[in-house]
């Protein structure tokens, strides 16, 4: 068999409880007797987290070694003959488990959070411990912040959320102080003399949650979850994070039709991985969200409720108006980028079809469509960028652009674990700032506007089978060019790299990337990062002015962008605007004669709004999204509307009001129309 980067690895025989295994050459006993379906306690291991050896509770005993031996931390060996559970094994797992619970508040258990899904309560009830007396006063922390509560008198010392914080959010937040009994693991930042305890912000935490989603005990807990129900009362959704265009996989806990917990998938290629906007976005720090739970008419006294049948009336009536007066061209739809692709789809059928207009822009950065729209033209349709997974596995890792742990905060990570950890080589074209750690670094300055000459001279550099430079900015460009040119090194596009007004950098791009081998037909190992959460689904579902759905380019036909579209509004050129106001963070001009608006609470609705549709947020929104690999995810949405019509539902019923074919009953037929459209093309 073959492992990691093609090293040829080796199995092993060995016998477990009298069971003969085979096993990889470097296998730990732990994995080796799980992957038998032999189980060993364990408290401090995590199948994400390097093997710490602390709790001691996986001790198992190995013929020829006298004492026993943590079985998380010691590999398997040919012929080793390993005995999991024996009398004297169980009385350490016990005293272990006992000694635990002397410096730990087991009378807040009824209480507890974690209650029911707690690692050392589970342990407790199998032996059966009883309850011994506290050996001491235990501490209080105090912490404020907005998403986590921290409780170190329910720590229990297992490593796990400093070895996910260094490890993969690539922080050292964590450490250990004191000695003895005294122990603790907190915050800390280093002092004069020795680690210093602080808070979690003032440790320089980025709230990314990944240690409160591996604290086996109640020492970390996301503060929605205070108070929302016991474990096994909450529902269990799988999803896809929106708030980036990287789509990592989640999964969202539902108290009722409350939303209260996000956690990282555990499986999958993004299996763990989140950060503080997938986390812990959805809370509502200020109290004031005031969802919407029904549509709304402006009149002279404020806004009313009234029925979907009399808010969709009115908004067709208001529409049709404008388009038969000033003609289409004096109507345009918008979105802020976080439409699914059933939505995005429909939104362009409502401004094409119903409102014979092209003017519709949903939300992509139009570099960010030049870019993506040049790149399939080179690799056909359908071809997926490279993933987490590849991005770990990467010789080299050339980053373009700045502001990647702002804008994709779990990409910068990936990217520091694997240029910290591992072997890769960080390639960064941007200013001198070093604001993602590596071991081995090269960084390749970018003036604005000068981007297409770097890119050509590192186009240059990978057609030259001259010797490179020995030194300077262009030995450097040599020795970045040779290391594009691995089979596993891949190229990230950062979102600020699209938000210039020039298009000039694209083409050389490309040209460099192709001579590296990242680009082909069929082939892509070029990432283009957005910030928008469903950029690529957007573009592919037509929902640009620049494209049909299936990149179908209109050319000369295209209507306005997004900037434009406004201005004209600001002129008086359009009249009546329908938008999707979730992320979109510009302001309509107060004189439309008509502004109707999807938005998911009272605090987003526009001023100039006249109609308001109740929607739910992206995150709890039934349907795809596509990320910026080109990977289709479902989203399970939420389990309750309230009555809330589904977005995709009220964009259909406007779409016949009008007067023009919507017959799609459930998202499931929308897509199958997406299907049929994109392969025609």
Known sequence: MTEGRGTEVKNVSLTIDGKTIEAAAGTTILEAARKSGIEIPTLCYHPRLRPLGH???????????????????????EGMVVTTSTPKLEAIRKEIISLMLSDHPYEDCLTCEKSGNCDLQERAYAWQIELPALLRELPITDDENPYIIRDEAKCVLCGRCYSVCADFARRNVFGMVENGIETRITPVRVGAEALEPVTLEEAGCIFCG????????????ERERVSAGREWELSVYPGVCVECSLGCAVQRHFAGDRLVRVTAENGGERGGWLCIKGKFTPVDKDGKEEPLTAPLLRGEGGYVEVSYDRALQETARNLAEIGEKRGSAALAVLAGGHCSNEESFLLQKLAREALGTAHIDLGVNPGWIDALGALEKITGPGVCGPSIDDLEEAEAIFVIGERLAESNPVAAMAVERACTLGSTVLIQAGTEEKEIAAWDRITLKLQPGAEAALFQQLGAALREKTASPAEGEEADLYRAAQLLKKDRSVIIVAPSIFESGGRDWIEPLLEAARWAGKLDRGRNSLLFLAEEGNARGILETGGTSRYRPGYDSLNGEAGYSRTEILASARS???????????????????????????????????????????????????????????????????????????EWQVIAALIRALGAPAECSSLQEVQEEISRIAARR
């Open 55 to 77: 709790c001691r509770l996986c001790v198992v005993e190995i013929e020829g070694i006298a004492a026993p031996v943590t079985s998380c931390d010691h590999e398997v060996q």
């Open 210 to 221: 990944q240690c409160v989603d591996v604290c086996p005990v109640g020492a970390l807990t």
């Open 572 to 646: 008086g050129e359009i009249k009546g605007i329908f938008a999707s106001v979730e992320g979109l963070k510009e302001s309509f001009p107060p004189d439309l004669e008509l502004l109707a608006v999807l938005c998911s609470s009272r605090k987003e609705i526009p001023p100039e709004a006249k109609v308001v549709f109740p929607v739910l947020p992206a995150r709890l929104k039934e349907g795809t999204f596509t990320n910026s690999a080109g990977l289709q995810q479902q989203n399970s949405g939420a389990l309750s509307t309230g009555g809330i019509w589904p």
